[in-house]
């Protein structure tokens, strides 16, 4: 029966200890301890940028839905190649149908034609068919599998849409990024490149623009404008390719 006098007495000192001066200082340091940790709460939550990694992550989810590599995996096209390092051009045009290839490459001096079926490539020389090494200048960006693999990789910048209901998807990647994807053997860096995805109404890609100056002044030591615009039509009508 004395615990509940016990508890009043206790009770009691208390007060009287927070009626003191030195219980009201420690009441009052309390409350602005608490209030403060209540306002750095909420001003985290509130911040504009405190939902921007969701937000972001929300959008690259949708913007992996707003273009199709169907049409070109099915491996039925017609191609151009526009090749720009500094003031040489290069132009390789053709068609592509599964492991075959029927293509000419226009160059500043010359023009060249060639086949290919797998990895073998044979360039006409006079009439005549001889094997040569493959000739595509920075080879690795035309590959579906690679193309795939970059635009995964990379990170959405921004989008363009035209009232012909074609759009423009703006991405960017890192010289590391892109020597990690290729298994290059340079060293890399975080300077950025920029590669842009061009689509039809139905956001299947038809074309590709990469600026890599970054990525080829690392790879090659040369600072020169450096870009790969490539553009895809007749989709699916390629019947067949004669080989020579």
């Known amino acids: 029966m004395k615990e509940k006098p016990e508890k009043e007495e206790k009770s009691s000192k208390y007060r009287e200890f927070f009626q003191t001066e030195r219980g009201k200082a420690v009441l009052f340091f309390a ?9 750095a709460i909420l001003f ?19 913007v992996n839905y707003q273009y199709k590599l169907d049409l070109l995996e099915n491996e039925n096209y017609h191609y151009k ?22 293509f000419q490459m226009i160059g ?3 023009s060249k034609r060639y086949f290919r079926e797998g990895s073998l490539f044979v360039e006409e020389v006079n009439g005549q068919w001889i094997q040569t090494e493959n ?14 693999t970059l635009l995964e990789k990379a990170t959405f910048v921004s989008k363009t849409e035209y009232q012909n209901g074609k759009n423009e998807l703006k991405f960017s990647l ?3 990024e892109i020597k990690n ?13 920029e590669i842009i995805v061009r689509l039809d109404e139905n ?42």
């Not at 526009?82 to 075959?100: A, C, F, M, P, V």
């Not at 000739?135 to 795939?148: G, N, T, W």
């Open 203 to 244: 956001k299947n890609i038809v074309g590709l623009l990469y600026n890599i100056e970054n990525y080829y002044l690392q790879k090659e030591k040369v600072d020169t404008d450096v870009h790969i615009e490539i553009t895809y039509t007749n989709f699916g009508k390629i019947k067949e390719i004669e080989g020579p």
């Open 108 to 110: 500043k001096d010359a």
């Open 44 to 62: 985290r939550t509130s911040r504009p940028d405190s939902h921007l990694k969701t937000e972001k992550e929300q959008l690259l989810n949708e």
């Open 181 to 193: 994807i290729f298994k290059e053997n340079f060293i890399g860096n975080s300077s950025e490149n």
């Open 31 to 39: 409350f602005y301890v608490i209030f403060f940790i209540v306002i």
């Open 135 to 148: 000739p595509y200048q920075l080879k690795e960006f035309y590959d579906v599998e690679k193309i795939k």
């Open 81 to 102: 190649y526009l090749i720009t390092i500094g003031t040489n051009i290069s132009l390789y045009e053709g068609d592509h149908l599964k492991n075959q290839e029927m």
């Open 174 to 176: 890192t010289t590391e």
